[in-house]
């Protein structure tokens, strides 16, 4: 079955870097996505990744996936009060439906 | 550039009414899907809408909710005889046909069932 997996909460220091976990169990999944919610707020878009692809780097974002543990991880570099959210990884479920699966989603807390 | 709008915002209603929900996708997207997030399940997916497709209706909890899509565009999620384990967030997404750079996500209309 499709199940998505991530740790419930993450505290860090400004500044510092925060390293968000996810793991999924449909090897399938084409590809895999971040997303960020701020309270009050829907989902934004962070980023994502093929699944034939090992990283992606965008500006404060690393994303590594290692496909054969179906483990995907986000990395925040110097992590600012801004970041404060909820991130929720998410995988594109298999056949011809274009549903995304979320995980649990992780609060991810920056103290200054 | 408006990204996608829903309304409305919030809605209260009491127990076993009919509700309508309504999404405005971005222009030019061909996908449209309605999410819900509630504490207990956390986001599920509800129904997909693909073009002149089929819509995938898999992930509605119950013939009580349907959703349509007119001309490709806006679409309207119906609840009827509305129950307390309705309440929840309720989000619509939208993306091209093809995938990347995935589903961009609406504001979300929250819904309380008294």
């Known amino acids: 079955g499709e199940d998505v997996e991530q740790s419930l909460f993450l505290s860090v220091r400004e500044g510092d870097s925060s390293v968000i976990n996810c793991t999924y169990t449909?090897?399938?999944?084409?590809?895999l996505y971040w997303y960020k919610q701020e309270p009050g707020a829907g989902l934004q878009l962070l980023t994502y990744?093929?699944?034939?692809?090992d990283m992606k780097q965008d500006q404060r974002l690393t994303v590594l996936l290692n496909k054969k543990d179906k483990h995907l991880s986000l990395r925040i570099a110097d992590t600012q009060t801004g970041d404060s959210a909820i991130y929720f990884c998410a995988e594109r479920g298999g056949g011809a439906t274009n549903k995304l699966i979320f995980g649990t989603g992780t609060l991810l807390a920056v103290q200054p | 550039g408006a990204g996608v709008s829903q309304s409305p915002s919030n809605k209260v209603t009491e127990k076993g009414k009919d509700v309508e929900l309504r999404c405005d996708p971005i222009s030019g997207h061909t996908a449209l899907y309605w999410y819900r997030q509630s504490l207990g399940q956390g986001l599920e997916f509800l129904i997909y809408f693909q073009g002149n497709s089929a819509p995938d209706k898999s992930g509605l909890p119950s013939d009580r909710f349907s959703a349509e899509r007119t001309g490709g565009s806006v679409s309207t999620l119906t609840i009827q005889r509305t129950q307390q384990e309705d309440s929840a967030v309720y989000l619509c997404?939208?993306?091209?046909?093809?995938?990347?750079?995935?589903?961009?996500f609406g504001p979300g209309t929250r819904l309380t069932v008294l």
């Open positions: 997404a939208s993306s091209l046909d093809w995938e990347p750079p995935g589903q961009f």
């Open positions: 449909d090897s399938s999944s084409t590809y």
């Open positions: 990744i093929f699944s034939n692809m």
